[in-house]
């Protein structure tokens, strides 16, 4: 361990171990304290505590650091109730109590919007969660070449293979435990991403609020060794399964589902209930993954769309349609547009199944649905967008601007490109004037925004 040096030192170098004092957060939970001007991110320290901290890389401005010794510890500080952390990447906050969680994702969303945005605006609020604990409706578990079935350690795509976890449903735990079983008896190897060998790659398991599951297997391959012994002990461990499908993916890629799919057992689809409406889901097709705080998020978003009725409706980035369809009762006409064909399918049929009439849906990228609905002419009263977190096309947000809506609407699940599109918007006419934060993601990093965006007068 290297000597401890005082804050004033000006030469961090690595392996040196450093007296800090911690004054805030960085984006993934670390404290951030400075050093002799530069800043240093210490892993595992909480704001308003002292430590002694180890530094494992320093750049010219910043350093990085780990926590070695706590020396005053933060009131907030609590011991983690998980054996899994901090060796699994799916929670970064369980060193920390709820209350200190709420209060750094809504400085994160804060920060962002001021310093990428340009904004002044105040966040409202952060409406945290009732419940912290099994709130996944969706659990994605990557398997290991050895046949473990876990989550990523952090920063890594080493599996650690996690039997039990407190965000996911049981029925997702008893699918991944069977899984492994399966794997072990039959010989059946995981993919190995550095050779492109194995057959099976991820575990994917959704499951409504009546506790009904679907299964998808994601491999390697158009068909699995094995199959009926698979299905029987999918069924087995989850009894609550309506179907089980398989995912062909056979391509050098980060992105967990394929395009080929094939029902093995039951159905390709799995019903759930939100904000009034019974939603069918097929396995791609996006879908918030904590049901109670999605209704909260979608409350949020309706009450600043404003709608009397009277309104035109684009619904951009709009997956089956959930947004849309919630808010259509208050509208006279909803367009959706998304670029996933069994997402578009099931907001067809979920309008359908609604008895909504008002509601059309069409299956193309968000900028050239943006860029062929206002060569038609369209002129929405209200935009809403829930992108994915690379944000909005740089193209979209011209377009939308020059479609001349009252509001926009802006769903995200990144405050820096969400604050990076806001700067956009302004430059486009659109200023944001509501923001609230929406803990979806509970114990993660990750945290939800709706912002308002009005046209400038």
Request: proline share 4%; aromatic share 6%; net charge neutral.
């Amino acid at each position: 361990m290297g000597a401890l040096q005082n804050n004033d030192n000006n030469n961090l170098r690595k392996n040196q171990t450093i007296t800090v004092g911690i004054e805030g957060y960085a984006d993934g939970g670390a404290g951030v304290a400075r050093v002799g001007g530069r800043v240093v991110f210490v892993h595992g320290a909480l704001m308003g505590e002292r430590c002694h901290a180890l530094v494992l890389k320093a750049q010219r401005n910043i350093a990085f650091a780990k926590m070695t010794e706590l020396l005053e510890p933060s009131a907030h500080r609590m011991t983690p109730d998980c054996p899994y952390f901090p060796r699994c990447g799916g929670c970064v906050l369980r060193h920390m109590d709820y209350a200190e969680e709420k209060m750094l994702k809504l400085q994160r969303v804060q920060d962002a919007l001021q310093r990428i945005g340009g904004c002044k605006l105040q966040v409202e609020t952060i409406l945290g969660a009732e419940s912290i604990f099994r709130y996944r409706n969706k659990s994605i578990w990557p398997v290991s070449p050895n046949g473990a079935v876990g989550f990523y350690r952090a920063r890594t795509h080493e599996v650690v293979n996690t039997e039990h976890c407190q965000l996911v449903h049981p029925a997702a735990e008893a699918a991944a435990d069977a899984l492994r079983g399966w794997m072990a008896r039959c010989g059946v190897p995981g993919y190995d991403e550095t050779t492109g060998r194995g057959l099976v790659r991820h575990l994917l398991v959704r499951n409504n609020v009546r506790g009904d599951v679907l299964i998808c297997v994601i491999a390697n391959d158009d068909t699995l060794p094995f199959e009926a012994e698979l299905v029987g002990a999918l069924r087995g461990a989850c009894p609550q399964t309506v179907g089980i499908v398989l995912n062909t993916n056979a391509r050098d890629t980060n992105v967990v589902l394929g395009d080929t799919y094939r029902t093995l057992w039951g159905n390709d689809r799995i019903e759930d209930t939100l904000c009034g409406m019974t939603l069918r889901l097929s396995v791609p097709s996006f879908y918030q993954v904590n049901h109670a705080q999605c209704e909260r998020l979608y409350e949020k978003a309706a009450e600043y769309a404003g709608l009397t009725g009277e309104e035109t409706l684009l619904d951009l980035y709009c997956g089956t349609g959930t947004i849309g369809l919630s808010m259509a009762k208050h509208a006279k006409h909803v367009i959706g547009a998304e670029i996933v064909p069994e997402a578009v399918e099931d907001a067809r049929e979920n309008a359908v199944r609604n008895r909504i009439g008002n509601a059309e849906f069409i299956c193309a990228d968000a900028s050239m649905a943006a860029s062929r609905l206002a060569a038609e002419g369209l002129r929405p009263d209200v935009v809403t967008v829930d992108p994915p977190r690379k944000g909005l096309s740089e193209s979209v947000i011209p377009i939308i601007a020059g479609m001349g809506p009252r509001r926009v609407v802006y769903v995200s699940c990144d405050p820096a490109t969400l604050a990076r599109d806001v700067k956009r918007f302004a430059e486009n006419g659109y200023d944001a004037v509501r923001a609230c934060a929406v803990d979806m993601f509970p114990r993660a990093d990750h945290v939800e925004t709706v912002v308002l965006l009005s046209k400038s007068t």
